[in-house]
């Protein structure tokens, strides 16, 4: 009997048993949690934070190295250039509960540390970041800002009030003529600018719907293979626990026992 390949075997089943329920522990409290498709020993899952003061959440990538819990967890910022007091080198977070890591830790406690730090303390965009965002803010305030003047037609209309019938007919039978004077009313040349520009936004508004829909149609089918693997990878768990219950435990040393014991 390889009592160090019994052994190998034995944590690198325990590992996946902790890993399996640290991830099934993150999910069953953030809902939205992502897991990526596996390439090799390590779990990776993405985690969406809630953030009061913040309209999106903030993501944070949780990758389970090969010997969890044993070693411990990689957390780091998603989807966002940040700063915190808690984020260092490539966005990875130093949070006390991840620096202060032991077997015993919980994964999901951790998790929630940080999210609550992060809520009451919340991770700043960095310069850059800032200033483009700012810039978007200041461009869709003018847009708001912005007001269309009425075109002035009581004016108009008094004036062509003081035409002859003569006049009014030859105004109406040259088209480029009565454009030139439709055109030249105020505010009616800004007004149709301003519907060219605001058909033009729809127009690129509704590209950019279609390429979201792309994109959720692609996540959606990536969700049903996640889906697919967490099931096996449940089936697997259920398996490892019924090989590692006490009673099987206490059988497979009873027969070594005994079998040291005829030797």
């Not at 830790?105 to 940080?114: E, N």
């Not at 700043?124 to 037609?153: D, F, H, N, Y």
Request: charged content about 30%; overall charge negative.
């Amino acid at each position: 009997w390889d009592y160090n390949y019994y052994y190998s075997e034995t944590m690198m089943n325990r590992s996946e048993m902790f890993k399996q329920y640290a991830v099934n522990e993150v999910v069953g409290t953030y809902k939205s949690t992502r897991i990526r498709q596996r390439k090799g020993e390590e779990v990776e899952i993405e985690v969406p934070l809630s953030i009061s003061s913040s309209k999106g959440s903030l993501w944070i990538l949780v990758i389970l190295p090969s010997r969890y819990p044993v070693q411990k967890p990689i957390i780091q910022i998603l989807n966002a250039k940040v700063t915190h007091k808690y984020i260092g080198k490539n966005y990875q977070i130093n949070h006390p509960a991840i620096l202060n890591w032991s077997q015993q830790s919980s994964l999901l406690f951790a998790i929630r540390a940080i999210h609550g730090e992060f809520d009451k303390s919340p991770p700043q965009l960095e310069k850059a970041a800032a200033a483009e965002e700012a810039k978007a803010s200041e461009v869709i305030k003018e847009s708001k800002e912005m007001t269309i003047q009425k075109p002035m037609i009581d004016k108009e209309v008094a004036v062509l009030s003081k035409l002859t019938n003569d006049q009014l007919q030859n105004l109406l039978d040259n088209e480029d003529a009565f454009e030139e004077y439709f055109l030249g009313i105020k505010g009616v040349k800004d007004l149709g600018e301003h519907f060219s520009k605001l058909m033009q936004s729809l127009k690129s508004q509704s590209e950019e719907n279609l390429k979201c829909k792309e994109e959720i149609d692609s996540l959606y089918e990536k969700y049903l293979e996640v889906r697919k693997e967490y099931e096996e990878y449940k089936s697997q768990e259920q398996e490892i626990m019924m090989k590692l219950s006490k009673e099987n435990i206490i059988n497979a040393l009873d027969s070594k026992i005994q079998g040291f014991q005829e030797k």
